[in-house]
């Protein structure tokens, strides 16, 4: 006679079948992103912020509480404010500019044509290559005596190298060139947010709209910009946070010069807290960042989810 | 007057034909339906009508004029998509209001006629609603709605019932066609499902590999099929056509039935041998072959299911059965249809 059910082993150990248990997986396959966090994001950020309200330098590393003493001082400064402005200018602009040639690019990588696939990896290049290279490319771009774009303006008899532009010389072009260097860094993640987005459009919603009398205008602003637009704003939320904290084009090309003109919150919380050796001052001035991409983060993700609704 | 009038037309996806020479004339307040199998070329042929696809030759004519070369807007026709297209961003009331916004219709006008619409279809209460809040049902109306707002010169519907399961899309049936009745919209409606084209079309227009092949009343299209393959494809189950004297016999299985079940001596008359039968309630299918014809040709018969017992029709056993001789239908060799009786 054969029995019907051998006994089942019973495991070697208790906790041979441990990670089988849906909580303590859970735990263990959250833990490291915690943990990165808390150590790498968590813990400076704390220590940000009781640098910002001591009187921490580098020369006299006290722990002496001063409350929002450093705020206040950040606040009198013009030097500050101006940065801020920057910080603002350069942020919404160039993201602005970005979306725009991402918008147009989508378009334009939408028709079909001979080598379509290989333009589309191309175009993600910007944004691929490291913007230490990039930034030392547009260097030679803009430089004051090699400039490319002055050689050919030259050239071409438009302006003559007496009145040409000085282009990181002057201030307001200055702050040009670094939100056309940032746009062109992220005008390729914007041309793939756009791509996925428009796909996604039912074609039967677009034929509808054609033949219920919209023309490519109205096709394009009333149907197709509007369905898109919760996956454009979180390519934006995106753009926003990394441009307003970036200071790596600043560093990299203007050093904050001419005069301040191209100075960034980024860049003068580095300057300030860590060349000047002022640590809590700067720590301030970084921490004027926080209420901004807060309040753009968590406004973006409202708009998001009433779209949603 | 005809609202659309078609002259030839032909569209080429490089050297296919996907229309190859369609002429139809459809009248002011008829219901059209083009009926044929996937890939025939029924919604290319009704995407030209309404402008999205350009015909390569062949004249289109909306109202009693040529629109060959007007935009979509231009030619006053609204159609309904497979699945609805409704703009998802908008509310119901800007869905339906959308077609009036594009003509630059006043504010107040748009007002008038979206309430006149949504009261048409019953939705008057599912305004402020966003299409994701709907029912299928309900987007449906919406879609007709925005459709019919405009009071377009023709209503052009691509396969509007296939995205509704079984049970919605008779009451959805019957619901177009009594809103058609009462608007007396001039309708095109493109379908591949031959219930829907018998029980909705004033006429049928059976279309395959881009061709017309028959355009008539239901009635017309079931008793007197133009050729073999309309015969095979309105029907269900399909006409039975054997090979006969170099052509084609063909009958209605509802026609074909046991001898004693039909008086009168103007029959011709079969030893059908059953292979196989399927009870379905209301009737029997009854599978098997003719005595004296290609023994591979399944010949099907529809018997009234009360009327047949069980037990008198057996697999194996060969049986007298006959066909009214008004209900044959003979076919040349090349499938077309030669005379009547």
Known sequence: ?309 | MSAVLTRDIVKKFGDVPAVNGISLTVPDGEFMVLLGPSGCGKTTFLRIICGLEQQTSGDLLIGGNIVNDLPPRARGVAMMFQSYGLYPHYTVRKNIAFPLRTQRVPGAEINKKVEWASQLFGISHLLERRPRQLSGGERQRVALARALVREPTALLLDEPLSNLDAKLRASARLEIKQFQQRVGVTTIYVTHDQVEAMGMGDRIAVIDHGRVRQVGTPGEIYDDPADRFVATFVGTPPMNIVAKNGGYLGFRPENFLPREMIEGSAVAEFSFRVDRSEYLGSERIVYGVLEGFDPNQIVTAKLPGAHVAEESIRPGEWHAFAVRNNALRFFDKDGNRTSRH
């Open chain 1, 1 to 309: 006679m054969v029995s019907i059910a051998e006994p089942i082993a019973k495991p070697a150990s208790p906790f041979r079948f441990l990670l089988d248990r849906r909580e303590v997986l859970n735990a263990v396959l959250i833990s490291p992103a915690i943990l990165y966090v808390f150590l790498l994001v968590g813990l400076p950020f704390l220590l940000a912020i009781y640098y910002s309200v001591s009187a921490y330098t580098l020369y006299d590393p006290t722990w002496r509480f001063v409350g929002i003493q450093n705020f206040l001082d950040v606040l009198k400064n013009p030097v500050f404010l101006r940065t801020l402005g920057n910080t603002f200018l350069f942020t919404f602009a160039s993201n602005f500019l970005g979306l725009v040639m991402g918008k147009f690019g989508a378009f334009l990588l939408l028709q079909p044509f001979r080598g379509r696939r290989i333009v589309r990896a191309l175009v993600i290049l910007p944004w691929a290559v490291p913007i230490a290279l990039a930034t030392i490319a547009w260097e030679w771009i803009f430089d004051s005596l090699y400039s490319v774009i002055n050689w050919t303006l030259i050239a071409l008899g438009i302006v003559t190298r007496a009145d040409a532009p000085n282009w990181l010389g002057s201030p307001g072009l200055a702050m040009l060139c670094i939100i056309i260097i940032n746009a062109w860094r992220f005008f390729p993640f914007a041309i793939v947010i756009f791509l996925a987005g428009i796909t996604a459009v039912p074609q039967d919603v677009i034929d509808a709209a054609t033949v219920d009398g919209a023309g490519f205008w109205r096709r394009n602003y009333q149907i197709i910009v509007p369905m898109i637009l919760p996956i454009v704003a979180i390519g934006l939320i995106f753009g926003i946070v990394f441009t307003f904290t970036d200071l790596s084009i600043v560093f990299l090309l203007t050093n904050g010069g001419p005069a301040g003109a191209t100075s960034v919150l980024g860049f003068e919380g580095f300057q300030v807290g860590i060349a000047s050796g002022d640590v809590a001052h700067g720590a301030a001035i970084s921490l004027f960042m926080l209420p901004v991409l807060l309040v753009v983060v968590i406004g973006m993700l409202r708009f998001i989810r009433r779209r949603e609704i």
